[in-house]
């Protein structure tokens, strides 16, 4: 009798179905990993074998694509097997009780040799042929998860399912298709009992074929794998689930202010990218509760790029009361191209038409549609790193927490405060700088399991901000080989922790779950992920939800979270931010604050550049070796500005009395009006008065009159400096010899004693002449003989 390839490729996963399980946690210490291959010892009567029913075989679609489909990412294993599954369909995300179980992916040849007649099975870790087989236990554990997720994915660990599969003829290299298997619920039935052990499952399909260096065998040639969990319809507990997606970036800029690394920004607002991914992710939520994790710099800084990434520039803001300004913005740049450690330096505007522009502006619709209708939880400005910033840098916090920024406000986004790091870890120590009653999110990993259960309190508080422990586990993804962060892998296992939640609850309300989604995500996924989130057990809510106190809470003295409690490991320290970056990034806030002091309220450049500070110490840059330097080099920029302003005084000035006036010059060789106040300080012997605050135009020339009082004699320095309202000096210092008036006064007795004397002498003189002019003989007998 002759068999088809095909009908041979079937009965060697028949012979197979039954396949020894062990996962991490049940392998002895000595036992080695070993492929799905058959013990001799399961080649026994009884062994499942035959072809697929009618009723369980799904029909091939016959679409078959090149190059059409994306591998399956390799983000965390690297998957080996010569042909790679993906699991893009799995309805419903839970093991039904009626109806069937279906699951939708894609096969590609990852070699170079052409594939044929490959078989797809469904696996499960239940039914009568686990009974031989040893099949790994039912999870009801998270720890269990997180075990699950680190198995090698060639460990067996389910029996394959004969009854369902999907064929697919011929896969040249690098080829796709598309493949769909459905087990009906008589089947589930057959596999799961009337009675299914509640828990969590393992599911996934094999793929098994042929080429010509690797012939027909019982060893699975592409595996995808995934969880599946089962709640019973007599459990009441509903766990409330708040699913977060983050829009966080690494924003850096060029020596003229432009943003920086433009390619990268372009890449993030795509599709794929880690802004334009979790905005088309979240957009498919819908209606559902979930809550955006923003930094408010990210949306101006797309606002930016949308705008042409213009350069750094002082900018008159508009005025609707008066006539549109002819002022020159000033945009002199710092530094030649070139120097600016690969970040290069912007020169113009970009055109309307670069795709970075319209990417940006694509992007900012979205967001502006999409957002404001949604729960937002806003970090601080810049996100900076407060981890850092609570030893090198306390004043950072509240500073971020003034800028709410500009598109989000424009936007009328009412976002709740919240602070966290991108994974989840901030410095105990660092959470009492928060004052705000900001939400703080921490990964549960923080909580030491030997002070809290295993799932931590989530009514917690340090100070007035609620604690929401974050599901590290959830946000991990799946067990792979196929791609972790996969929509769907991502969902099954927030569906599975939220199952081991409800199952645990017993006759009381289930501990919520948080999970922060990763920013690496697919979008052609999303619309399945949400769908699948629709079960009797979890309910969709918000952060902010999440926090509101119950009815039954303690009072919140009793609810105090011990930071001591808290763990920090050495290795998170180890990444902060530098102290050298946040006292460059102090020093730019300062001296930005002077600009805009002098400049007044008509300019934003302040908000700008202190902006600028902030995203220098965000958390996204603790890797990035360049900060400091950049930060140093915007402060230069400032201080540049701030030097134009200069006061220009005599050589020397000398008073006709105690008290008078003199005067000297204000220089503003910027091209816009400022106000400013000139500081006069010398020693305890005189009094200086200036007539504070001074306005100087543009490109000006001014002078200012000075008034002095001295106390004593003698010459007196008086310091000039120009300062910003509240005395901050912002250009250098000018000195100038103030003498005294009462040292004229003394050198005009001795002159009027010497003129005196001379007057008395001449006067002594003419008197004697005379006299001997007039009496000749007297003055020759007092003269004497001759």
Avoid at 22 to 34: C, D, G, K
Avoid at 492 to 519: H, K, N, Y
Avoid at 522 to 549: H, K, Y
Avoid at 697 to 706: D, E, F, K, L, M
Wanted: charged share 25%; with cysteine.
């Amino acid at each position: 009798m002759h068999l088809s390839p095909v009908t041979l490729r079937r009965l060697a996963g028949a012979v197979g179905a039954v396949v020894l399980t062990v996962t991490a946690t049940t392998l002895p210490a000595n036992a080695e990993p070993r492929d799905d291959t058959i013990s001799p010892s399961l080649l026994a009567p009884g062994s499942p074998v035959g072809s697929p029913s009618s009723e369980g075989v799904s029909q091939r679609d016959g679409q078959v694509s090149r190059g059409t489909a994306r591998a399956p990412s390799t983000e965390d294993d690297t998957d080996t097997a010569p042909l790679s599954l993906t699991i893009d369909r799995l309805t419903p995300g839970e093991l039904p009780r009626r109806g069937p179980l279906e699951v939708r992916g894609t096969v590609t040849n990852s070699t170079l040799e052409t594939w044929r007649d490959i078989s797809l099975f469904p696996i499960f870790n239940a039914g009568s042929d686990c009974a031989s087989a040893s099949c790994a236990p039912v999870m009801t554990t998270s720890a269990q998860l997180a075990a699950a997720v680190e198995t090698d994915p060639e460990t067996p660990l389910a029996v394959r399912n004969v009854e369902t599969s999907d064929e697919i003829e011929l896969l040249t290299p690098g080829q796709t298709a598309s493949y769909s298997l459905r087990i009906p619920q008589r089947e589930l039935r057959r596999i799961f009992g009337k009675r299914p052990t509640p828990g969590v499952y393992w599911f996934g399909v094999h793929a098994l074929g042929a080429s010509l260096t690797n012939p027909y065998d019982n060893l699975a040639d592409g595996r995808a794998r995934t969880f599946l969990p089962y709640v019973p319809g007599s459990t009441d507990a509903v766990v409330d689930t708040a699913v977060v997606l983050p829009l966080r970036a690494a924003i850096t800029r060029t020596a003229d202010g432009a943003l920086a690394r433009t390619a990268d920004w372009l890449e993030a607002l795509s599709l794929d990218g880690t802004l334009g991914g979790p905005l088309a992710f979240g957009t498919a939520a819908g209606d559902r509760p979930m809550s955006w994790l923003v930094d408010p710099a990210v949306p101006d800084a797309v606002r930016n790029l949308a705008s042409g990434n213009p350069a750094r520039a002082i900018r008159q803001l508009p005025d609707p009361d008066l006539e549109p300004t002819t002022e020159t913005p000033d945009t002199t740049a710092t530094d030649e191209p070139g120097e600016d450690d690969g970040d290069g330096t912007s020169q113009d505007r970009l055109p309307d038409t670069d795709p970075l522009v319209l990417s940006a502006r694509s992007w900012l619709a979205q967001a502006r549609a999409v957002v404001p209708d949604d729960a937002v939880l806003g970090l601080p400005f810049g996100d900076p790193d407060i981890s850092s910033a609570a030893e090198f840098l306390p004043e950072l916090y509240p500073i971020a927490r003034r800028y709410p920024g500009v598109e989000l406000t424009d936007w009328g986004v009412d976002a709740t405060r919240a602070v966290a790091s991108p994974d989840g870890y901030l410095d105990p120590a660092a959470l009492e700088t928060v004052d705000d009653g900001a939400v703080i999110i921490l990964a549960d990993g923080m909580f030491d399991v030997e002070s809290f259960s295993e799932t931590p309190r989530s009514d917690s508080l340090i100070g007035e901000s609620p604690v929401v422990p974050a599901e590290r586990g959830a946000a991990q993804g799946g067990p792979g080989p196929d791609a972790r962060k996969a929509p769907v892998a991502l969902r099954q296992r927030i569906l599975s922790e939220a199952a081991l939640r409800a199952l645990d609850a017993a006759d009381e309300d289930p501990a919520p779950l948080t999970v922060v989604l990763p920013a690496t995500l697919d979008a052609d996924g999303s619309a399945a992920f949400w769908d699948g989130l629709e079960t009797d057990w979890l309910r969709l809510r918000t952060v902010a939800e999440l926090t509101v106190p119950a009815p039954g809470d303690a009072p919140a003295a009793q609810r105090q979270l011990d930071l001591e409690d808290l763990v920090y490991p050495a290795d998170r320290e180890r990444r902060e931010i530098s102290r050298g970056v946040m006292t460059e990034a102090d020093r730019l806030i300062q001296a930005a604050h002077s600009l805009q002091s002098i400049l007044g309220d008509r300019y934003d450049i302040g908000a700008e550049l202190t902006g600028e500070a902030l995203t220098g110490t965000s958390f996204e840059l603790r890797r990035d070796d360049g900060v400091q330097a950049r930060l140093a080099r915007a402060h230069q920029w400032v201080t540049e500005r701030l030097a134009m302003i200069s006061v220009e005084t005599p050589n020397g000035v000398t008073l006709s009395g105690r008290s008078g006036g003199f005067s000297v010059a204000l220089r503003n060789d910027l091209p816009h009006p400022v106000t400013v106040n000139l500081s006069a300080t010398t020693d305890d012997g005189a009094r200086i008065e200036v007539p504070n605050p001074i306005q100087l135009a543009a490109n000006s020339r001014t002078s200012v009159p000075i008034s002095a009082e001295l106390l004593r004699t003698g010459v007196h320095n008086v310091a000039f400096r120009v300062t910003d309202a509240e005395g901050t000096a912002i250009s250098g210092v000018e000195t100038l010899p103030l003498r005294s008036g009462r040292v004229g006064a003394v050198i005009w007795v001795i002159i009027g004693t010497g003129a005196a004397i001379l007057f008395l002498a001449i006067g002594i003189r003419l008197r004697r002449r005379i006299r001997d002019h007039r009496h000749p003989d007297e003055a020759q007998a007092q003269a004497g003989p001759a």
